[in-house]
């Protein structure tokens, strides 16, 4: 059975009432560095990225079965909206997922087996 990931498309409600629309648009990564996982999000029309750290999720990963895209994708959309939530800043700081969080998020989405 495939899984469909639940952030693909929701909404969130920041700290100050604002809603905001979000829509997952594409993936990708980049070739330096870590070698990082990029997810493009559009959020209320204006594109954001989520990385996940490439050195991050290959330690995630050992021992364990690979994450399929579809659930990168709710890893990145569950930590997009919680950073709404608390009403961060939405930059590359408060946008890059590493160890403890990456663990966390995947614990929460019952991705760790």
């Keep these: 059975m495939t899984y469909e990931p639940i952030y693909e498309r929701f909404e969130v409600v920041g ?53 399929s895209r579809e659930q990168k994708i709710d890893v990145t959309g569950r930590w997009l909206k919680r950073q709404i939530e608390a009403g961060l800043h939405l930059d590359s700081r408060s946008l890059y997922i590493q160890d403890n969080e990456l663990a966390n998020l995947a614990s929460e989405l019952h991705f760790t087996e």
């Design 15 to 67: 700290p100050d009432g604002a809603r905001f629309e979000i829509n997952f648009v594409r993936a990708g990564f980049l070739t330096q560095g870590d070698r990082p996982e990029l997810f493009f999000f559009r959020v209320n029309g204006e594109e954001t990225v989520v990385g996940i750290s490439g050195l991050s999720l290959a330690r995630f990963e050992r021992g364990r079965s690979r994450l």
